[in-house]
């Protein structure tokens, strides 16, 4: 077990923001009689409208379908990818840009698929979601995605339908900012992923043996405890020192339950860490990649000493949070899920899935490797910076920045420019995260979203109204929620994101403003939690 440096900032705060002032509900969840605004409604062209434009379109095909991709060091899975690459190729448009995209269905088995824009606060009927801002794209069939990028900022995009998420079908999003106060010498966009499809099974597959659940195997069993079974309810972590770096868990013992012979293929067994407070994960990954590439063959960024870079790290995995740190360097925090922050410097990042970060770094002179350990899971993805001479490390390198600073993103402030007037809050409602891993039953308040009748249940706001939410997780696991169409403020100065770590037995509370009417999901980005029901319809009253 390596030590970790007492220096470290404490990520007690990580699923704490506001938690001290955690009131009563003064909203709660409507139900299916009340009158909800139309994706496709006057109220949502009406917001449209209201959008600064420059007149510029942008056009893209984008063609999902079957491909075999070369991961590098001779591993050629066959998945599903847009245009026969993963990641698929970036798209850069500038703010007011209007973005066309005619999505075509390739997919085989009459497989419907959607494409959701993350991050992105366009117009409702263009967010992506089946069945409730459009219906599936069918096999064979395309539709056509208009909307104005209208801020800055480093987003994704990916499918929303079933699992798909953990197939390779993810691109990067870029929107520059016309008016760009960061100074610095040139960009590398960074995607981290978390890899299955085509290796040991399908993201399908994955997903069938996690809801055959752990009952009968006892995910109390020894070295796979949760955090309750193993005296960490509510666990303080003000105390880093001997944490973790890994702990597991993906060793060929693991693949085999003693419990009846039931086979364990893909369940990830004993994957726990400080950082996320307990279990770190569900899933079992073969590889880990930055930039599409394993880490014994990764990708590589070449550059001149003394520049400064922005990274823009995206964490497009479906079941695993990443810790990333550049060795021989230190990282200044400049944006979180596209919006500025007080810059901060730390060692390293704790990037869970659908998270975004920019960072500015200095490079020396030489070959570092960037690492994105997969937490809790005793692995990593790899890629090098190379700005002068020198052997490459190992794919198994651990930098000692991963044992440095690592500052939770509610310690982070928004910057001047984009933190929330003060105001009265209008409405509050309470997200209870519930389920486990032996029934595989999560879900928001109870209820696992139903979408065969996405309107039932919807937590109900109206337009203008200053909204809180209060995330209680209730589980012993760590959840990244997503809201969509918005972007919330963790407490009364934190950062502006759309996706937050709750870590398990804390709460969470984050405002915004309700300026964008239709209906959105808030779920948990874990692709495997959300298709299991951890999901909810944010939904306008009409």
Known sequence: MNSINRRSVLLAGLGAAGAGALAACSGSSGSSSNALVNPTGSAVAATEKKRKVTGRQQKVTLTAAPAMID???????????????????????????????????????????????????????????????????????????????????????????????DRGLYAPLIVEDPKETLVYDDEWVVLLDDWVDGVTGTPDEVFAELRQGMGGMGHDMGEGSSPSSSGMEGHDMGNMAGMDMGGDSASPSASASSSGGMSMKFMLMGAESELLGGDAGDVKYPYHLINGKVA?????????????????????????????ALGGHK???????GFPVEHQEVDALLVG??????????????????????????????????????????AT??????????????????????????????????????????????????????????????????????VRLDFVNETDMWHPLHLHGHTYQLGESGPCKDTSI?????????????DNPGQWMLHCHNAYHGEAGMMANVAYKA
Request: glycine share 10%; aromatic share 8%; net charge positive.
């Open 397 to 466: 390198v651990r930098p000692k920045e991963l044992s440095g600073m690592i500052m939770a993103a509610s310690q982070l402030r928004a910057a001047d420019a984009v933190r929330l007037e003060s105001a009265k809050t209008d409405v509050t409602h309470q997200i209870k995260l519930t389920g486990g891993m032996e029934k595989y039953n999560w879900a928001i308040n109870g209820v696992p979203f139903d979408m065969k009748d996405p309107d039932a249940n919807p937590i109900l706001i109206e337009e203008g109204q200053r």
């Open 71 to 165: 991961l590098g060091g001779g591993v050629m899975p066959k998945t599903w990818a847009f245009d026969g690459r993963t990641p698929g190729k970036e798209i850069r448009l500038s703010v007011g840009d209007t973005l066309v995209a005619e999505l075509s269905n390739q997919l085989p088995n009459k497989t419907p698929t959607s494409i959701h824009w993350h991050g992105i606060a366009m117009r409702n009927d263009m967010d992506g979601v089946p069945p409730v801002t459009q219906s599936a794209v069918r096999a064979g069939s395309t539709f056509t995605y208009r909307f104005i990028t209208d801020h800055p900022g480093t987003f994704f995009f990916h499918p929303h339908v079933g699992v798909q998420l």
């Open 296 to 324: 014994t063959d990764p990708d590589v960024y070449t550059g001149k000493p003394g520049r400064k870079v922005r990274l823009r790290i995206i964490n497009a995995g479906g079941d695993t949070a990443y810790r990333v």
């Open 331 to 337: 990282l200044t925090i400049t944006h979180t899920d």
């Open 502 to 514: 709750v870590l398990p037995k804390k709460q969470l509370s984050v405002f915004f403003d309700a």
């Open 353 to 394: 899935m659908g998270e975004r970060y920019d960072v500015l770094v200095t490079l020396g002179d030489g070959v570092f490797p960037l690492v994105a350990l997969a937490e809790g899971k005793n692995t990593n993805g790899l890629a090098l910076v190379r700005t002068g001479s020198g052997s490459a490390p190992k």
